[in-house]
């Protein structure tokens, strides 16, 4: 499920889905709801894929979040 197989399509991957999350996310801070609304609007990401998208990320040390609750992308500094 996390990378593509003979079952999984590639797109269907959270390794590849996990760079559009990245893209919508570049290098600002934001909130996980505006970040899901605007995935949601532009992408067949259902909520489901989008929490473990992130559990994903952050795993990873992609993403960290600030005590406000904002999400952010930890390999760009700004």
């Known amino acids: 499920m ?11 991957s959270i390794l590849y889905m996990s760079t559009i999350v990245l893209k919508k996310l570049k290098n600002k801070k934001t909130n996980i ?3 899901w609304l605007e995935i949601k609007r532009e ?21 960290n979040y ?3 609750g904002e999400i952010y992308n930890e390999n760009i500094t700004s």
């Not at 990401?45 to 559990?55: A, G, P």
Request: zero cysteines.
């Open 66 to 68: 600030t005590e406000k």
């Open 2 to 12: 996390i990378i593509p197989d003979k079952y999984i399509m590639p797109n269907d």
């Open 33 to 35: 709801i505006e970040l």
């Open 43 to 63: 992408s067949s990401i259902t909520y489901n894929k989008f929490v473990q998208i992130l559990i994903y990320l952050n795993i990873i040390g992609v993403l």
